[in-house]
């Protein structure tokens, strides 16, 4: 069953959202090649436990971090530890969910630590504007299949990645994930019509090389069966009358990573439009 939001609900909705992108600005400012995936892990808990909010993972069906760490060929649902030490040329998926005021928020960013290869920064690109794609699609009106379809044609059909089938975006509110289910692959005008007050966390994630996936022996870490990179961005939106609302924050995450010169800069640049 779907919840649609009142514009109260949406509002604090927003609220979990910009906390999470604040956590993640925080991970934004200090990530680098040398450090590790707990140490994320603990700046972020701070941050949100700051807030009084609390991060939504952890525990989640037993998830032990407050992030997700899921570096290079790892799509999601990595498991933050010491022994995940960042390297140059890396990129770091960090996702991150928190509770605060009865309301869920889920937001998820790529990173590009140091030196990363053209090849991989352009599936960054790609998958970050596959994200936008899908935001544009949701509209008052239209379908969910159209959200769908959008990232699927331009990251699969335009730039010949593969999109992961076993997970997808979802509904969401008072709980992390609620329905509708938001696959990153589908076609145009199919699924339910999309109506003012669905919130949806939306998140493209692409493999540069085939799109199956294994399940790593810590019984979460989902990753490339193939061994090649991939790319994760999530936005938490709402739908509007006059189009979708984005109610988290990737600029604040993009102006943290201008002044880190550890990050990639160079494709960031064209990642920072919102
Ligand atoms: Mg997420
Ligand atoms: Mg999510």
């Known amino acids: 069953m779907i919840f649609y939001k009142t514009d109260e609900e949406i509002e604090l909705i927003r609220e979990s959202c910009l906390l999470v992108c604040k956590a993640l600005t925080e991970v934004a400012k200090v990530i680098r090649p040398g450090i590790n995936g707990m140490e994320i892990d603990t700046l972020a808990e701070q941050v949100i436990r700051d807030h009084n909010a609390v991060p939504a993972f952890k525990g989640y069906r037993g998830f032990p971090g407050t992030l997700c760490v899921s570096p290079n060929e790892s799509v999601v649902h990595g498991i933050p530890s010491k022994d995940q030490v960042f390297k140059d040329g890396d990129i770091v998926s960090v996702d991150c969910g928190v509770l605060l005021n009865g309301f869920h928020g889920d937001s998820a960013y790529t990173f590009a630590l140091g030196e990363v290869e053209e090849e991989i920064m352009e599936l960054l690109r790609v998958t970050n504007t596959s994200l936008y794609k899908a935001i544009e699609a949701a509209e008052v009106g239209r379908r969910l299949g159209d959200i769908s379809f959008a990232v699927q044609e331009y990251t699969e059909k335009t730039h010949n990645y593969s999109i992961v089938r076993e997970l997808v975006g979802h509904g969401i509110g008072r709980e992390l ?98």
């Open 177 to 274: 994930h609620e329905a509708p289910e938001v696959p990153n692959y589908g076609k145009r005008g199919r699924g339910i019509k999309l109506k003012e007050g669905l919130v949806i966390a939306i998140e493209p994630m692409v493999n540069l090389g085939r799109r199956e996936v294994r399940t790593a022996q810590d019984g979460w870490t989902v990753f490339a069966k193939d061994r090649k990179p991939s790319a994760h961005y999530e936005h938490s939106i709402a739908i509007r009358k006059d189009g979708a609302d984005i109610l988290s924050d990737h600029n604040m995450i993009a102006e943290a990573i201008e002044s880190n010169p550890n990050v990639n800069k160079v494709a960031l640049k064209s990642l920072v439009t919102q």
